[in-house]
């Protein structure tokens, strides 16, 4: 039974920075994608930031680039994202998330929620 | 691409035939996903492909559409059905999400 775990989240204040990591177990983590995506009350769902099975391809939502770094060790089975300069608008609950059995999101973590405040 | 959803919100009982659509700003073929989401839940899907119904899912859950406009159908609602849908778009990035429709109980 493929699971992600999400950790690293927390109070941090505007303009530190944070990491996140998601833990994947019960999957060929090496084989799939991996996507963060974050939720907020007022926004709603939003995706943020994609990379390949090798790490050779990355996307990021435009409101994240420059400050936001996705990473992965397939070694370690985790996925990572580093985020830099954070904004209070960056606060939300963060979910990892996998195409496994389709080519869509069909596997997410718990998620983990990153409050930016003073 | 942005993606538009309506209702944002309705109310419906048990045994009632829902129906959600999602519009898309500009074609997107069928590359569009149906997602439930309960609170405190990670969102869980539904549909892809627009019109795929993910194993698990009871067949209650239908999806229509290509192009710029989708629809999502339960058929008859159940207890369990009352919760957030949202749709997603993957034929591009960022892979944006819909507003979300809420199902709450009449």
């Known amino acids: 039974q493929a699971q992600l775990v999400e950790s690293g989240g927390g109070v941090v204040q505007p303009g530190r920075s944070l990491r996140l990591s998601c833990a994947a177990s019960?999957?060929?983590?090496?084989?799939?994608?991996m996507h963060w995506v974050r939720q907020t009350p007022d926004k709603g769902l939003e995706w943020v930031a994609v990379?390949?099975?090798?790490?050779?391809?990355?996307y990021y939502l435009d409101s994240v680039k420059g400050r936001f770094t996705i990473s992965r060790d397939n070694s370690r089975n985790t996925l990572y994202l580093q985020m830099n300069s954070l904004r209070a608008d960056d606060t939300a609950v963060y979910f990892c998330?996998?195409?496994?059995?389709?080519?869509?999101?069909?596997?997410w973590g718990q998620g983990t929620l990153v409050t930016v405040s003073s | 691409i942005q993606l538009t959803q309506s209702p944002s919100s309705l109310s419906a009982s048990v045994g009632d035939r829902v129906t959600i659509t999602c519009r898309a700003s500009?074609?997107?073929?069928?590359?569009l996903a149906w997602y439930q989401q309960k609170p405190g839940k990670a969102p869980k899907l539904l549909i892809y492909?627009?019109?795929t119904l993910q194993s698990g899912v009871p067949s209650r859950f239908s999806g229509s559409g290509s192009g710029t406009d989708f629809t999502l159908t339960i058929s008859s609602l159940q207890p369990e059905d009352f919760a957030t849908y949202y749709c997603?778009?993957?034929?591009?990035?960022?892979?944006?999400f819909g507003g979300g429709t809420k199902v709450g109980i009449k």
């Open positions: 998330a996998s195409p496994v059995d389709t080519p869509y999101f069909d596997h």
């Open positions: 492909a627009a019109s």
């Open positions: 997603q778009q993957l034929s591009s990035y960022p892979h944006t």
């Open positions: 019960g999957l060929t983590f090496s084989s799939y994608a």
């Open positions: 500009q074609g997107i073929s069928s590359f």
């Open positions: 990379i390949s099975y090798d790490g050779s391809k990355i």
